[in-house]
């Protein structure tokens, strides 16, 4: 039976995968955040949120 996510569990997911597709275009062409935003406050606070959303993650995934 599957639980419904909350809106944190939404966030972290969204913020995740947004952090999975930066890293891809890193490998292939530069820093998505870092063409967007620079090297401004509010791409270490972006950087910041994927981190913590990876975190909430792997905290989910084991838990029951």
Known sequence: MAK???????????????????WGL???WNDLIAVLFGT???ATIIY???GLSGLWEL???FQK
């Open 4 to 22: 419904e996510m909350s809106a944190i569990d939404w966030i972290a997911r969204i913020l995740v995968i947004i952090g999975a597709i930066n």
């Open 26 to 28: 890193v490998s292939f």
């Open 40 to 42: 401004s406050v509010i």
């Open 48 to 50: 910041a949120l994927v």
């Open 59 to 61: 905290i989910k995934l």
